[in-house]
């Protein structure tokens, strides 16, 4: 079964940086925009950054000075490189994959279990 399979949260201060990637598990047909969203405890889910397979990016702008996202086409993985972190960025992170899976006729939305990425000040 195709899943998203996150890793690299964890506890920074503030200040520092964190990598984080995200890995398609599983055999796909083809991937297109894989991206990050992040929800904090009590706010609605946002983007943080997606990358389509050309590499063309759109970042949220209250992030793109600060977050950047790469891929690994090859590795259907994608990477994101968080610097200058803040508490405000403290939320649970979220791969995002639309994907085609081999043994699927359609497309759909795939989404990781989340990693929590907490800055303390």
């Known amino acids: 079964q195709v899943q998203l399979v996150e890793s690299g949260g964890g506890l920074v201060q503030a200040g520092g940086s964190l990598s984080l990637s995200c890995a398609v598990s599983g055999n796909i047909f083809s991937a297109n925009t894989m991206g990050w969203y992040r929800q904090a405890q009590g706010k609605e889910r946002e983007l943080v950054a997606r990358?389509?397979?050309?590499?063309?990016?759109n970042y949220q702008d209250s992030m793109k000075d600060r977050f950047t996202i790469s891929r690994d086409n090859a590795k259907n993985t994608i990477f994101l490189q968080m610097n200058n972190l803040k508490p405000e960025d403290t939320a649970v992170y979220y791969c995002?994959?639309?994907?085609?899976?081999?043994?699927?006729?359609?497309?759909?939305?795939?989404w990781g279990q989340g990693t929590q990425v907490t800055v303390s000040p």
């Open positions: 995002y994959a639309y994907l085609v899976a081999a043994t699927s006729v359609f497309g759909r939305d795939y």
């Open positions: 990358i389509r397979t050309d590499g063309s990016t």
